[in-house]
């Protein structure tokens, strides 16, 4: 019977293999860590910027209020 250590070693190795032998799934895996990338670093700077930023404690509290209790 095997014990319950094993079982994340064998997962682990199961992956490890599985990524050793893909060819065009590295690429794939490179470019959907680059959209990522992108999507949450570049576009977070430019288009979300921070609500609350340069505001007092006070004036946090009453727009957060004003937000949540229309």
């Known amino acids: 019977m095997k014990t319950a ?3 994340p070693v064998r ?6 293999d599985g990524f050793r032998q893909m060819t065009w799934g ?3 895996w490179i470019i959907i860590l680059l959209k ?3 999507m949450f670093l570049v576009l977070r ?3 979300f910027q921070p ?3 340069g505001l007092n404690t006070e004036e946090k509290q009453e727009t957060v ?3 949540l209790c229309p």
């Open 5 to 7: 250590k094993a079982l």
């Open 45 to 47: 700077l430019f288009f």
């Open 36 to 38: 990522l990338a992108v």
């Open 65 to 67: 209020a004003r937000n």
């Open 51 to 53: 609500a609350l930023a």
């Open 11 to 16: 997962l682990w190795r199961f992956y490890v």
């Open 26 to 28: 590295r690429t794939l």
